[in-house]
């Protein structure tokens, strides 16, 4: 999956958002209902799928590897599975573009299948050590050879029967545990991960969802999420809410843009995945939830957001696996805040799509925003609501990330904010900015 060229956009201050608004699916439930779908014997269906760059990755790749995957002209995605241990050996390498999730999610899944898979990526997920997710896949037997410093391209050979472990998380990661857990599904036994700080359980609520015998237990060395393996999965349909993460941008734009008032319909609220939300909360947004209500297991609520005057915090270490792809946008949100915010105990940005903690600190610091770098995070120094300087050329590193951040910092900037490439924002929301434009009035 090779990278387009080079799409450069300019942002400036504009009037406020108003209006109504949807995000794409959940890019975490997506990839995991293709992957649980296609382990399934019998056919799933998939309503309000993420049809972004880096799902489609995880599609095409399961198609590689036996499964039917068809999108009706609904919308609607229809997964044939070939069931656990039916994997195919694929008859060439799989491109995951810039898609570490796919990557690590798919790892275990070759992993304790008969078959060898290569992957490869992008330039930006070809710099991301897989290290923490070929560990514990080696431990239940799998061989994998990987370029140096752990990356990409690399290759498995699975092995059936593999061997269940226990396994402690030595680093707080959704990808990691739930990597080990689709390694359990075709493992004779049970496999367990512990993790010491409880992450993102999407995995788990779909896997129960599907018919694995799956038990989560709290304890005082943190959550043991036990998966019985050599597992049947019946086939299921599937509601994706929408995606916190996509909202996330919304919901600051909305926050720091005077005379905003935006509702944000239908998005995910699973608790593991609303730290955002809280720390925006601390900071004095005006955020409230309406309609409540679940949609597949998972908590789903409307989100009105007004803007309102934000103040610094500094936001709870505890945090941080809640929030953790929402740091940019927080970063975005202090720099419009009156005082000093520190956001701290996100180590895991080192090694996101870009370095997201040094990337979001050249970047702010080119438009005028006091910012101190640490080896965690950021502590910012906000314009107390004005206006910020803008007038800078913003490098996005192949990160979606950075640039939907910045283009909702160029919506707060006194002169015109640059980003080199915007191209990457299709890899998780291929109409933002149409959806940006339509808030703003600025629909044709």
Not at 56 to 82: N, P, Q
Request: glycine share 10%; proline share 7%; aromatic share 4%.
């Amino acid at each position: 999956m090779s990278h387009p060229d080079p799409l450069p956009r300019q942002f400036v201050a504009s009037g406020p958002l108003k209006g109504a608004m949807t995000v794409p699916g959940d890019k975490s439930i997506s990839h995991r209902a293709l992957m649980f779908a296609a382990l399934a014997v019998g056919t799933s269906r998939i309503e309000g799928l993420l049809e972004g760059e880096d799902v489609l990755a995880t599609a095409a790749a399961l198609r590689a590897m036996g499964a039917t995957i068809t999108r009706l002209k609904d919308g609607i995605w229809e997964v044939s599975g070939v069931g656990v241990g039916g994997l195919l050996q694929p008859a060439q390498a799989l491109d995951m573009g810039n898609s570490g999730t796919s990557t690590r999610l798919l790892m275990g899944l070759v992993a304790s299948h008969p078959i060898t898979a290569t992957f490869v990526g992008d330039a930006s997920l070809s710099a991301r050590p897989m290290g923490r997710v070929i560990d514990p896949l080696s431990q239940m037997g799998a061989d994998i050879t990987a370029s140096p410093g752990g990356r990409l391209p690399l290759m498995v050979r699975g092995i059936c029967p593999a061997v269940p472990i226990s396994y402690t998380l030595p680093v707080a990661s959704a990808q990691v545990k739930s990597a080990v857990l689709l390694a359990g599904l075709n493992t004779p036994g049970i496999t367990r991960v512990i993790e010491p700080v409880a992450t993102r359980d999407h995995s788990e609520r779909m896997l129960l969802g599907f018919g694995a015998q799956i038990t989560v237990e709290e304890t005082d060395q943190g959550r043991i999420i036990s998966i019985t393996g050599e597992a049947e999965l019946t086939p299921q349909s599937i509601t994706v809410p929408g995606d916190p993460s996509s909202a996330a941008f919304f919901a600051v734009a909305a926050s720091i843009i005077p005379g905003s008032d935006v509702l944000i319909a239908n998005v995910g609220l699973n608790p593991t995945r609303t730290g955002l939300f809280t720390a925006l909360t601390m900071m004095g947004a005006d955020i409230v939830q309406e309609n409540p209500r679940f949609v597949g297991g998972e908590p789903v609520a409307d989100l009105r957001v007004r803007h309102a005057p934000l103040h610094a915090i500094t936001v709870p270490h505890e945090l941080a696996p809640s929030m953790i792809d929402e740091y940019p946008i927080l970063f975005v949100a202090a720099a419009m805040a009156s005082g000093r915010t520190a956001a701290r105990g996100a180590h895991e940005l080192r090694v996101k799509e870009s370095d997201r903690i040094a990337t979001m600190a050249t970047a702010l610091t080119a438009i005028g925003v006091g910012v101190e770098e640490y080896e965690d995070g950021l502590a910012i120094t906000g314009s107390a609501g004005a206006p910020l300087r803008g007038d800078a050329m913003i490098a996005s590193r192949l990160d979606h990330r950075i640039a939907m951040s910045m283009a909702i910092a160029g919506l707060a900037s006194h002169k015109a904010l640059t980003i080199d490439d915007v191209s990457p924002v299709a890899t998780s929301f291929p109409t933002f900015f149409e959806t940006l434009d339509a808030l703003a009035g600025m629909a044709l």
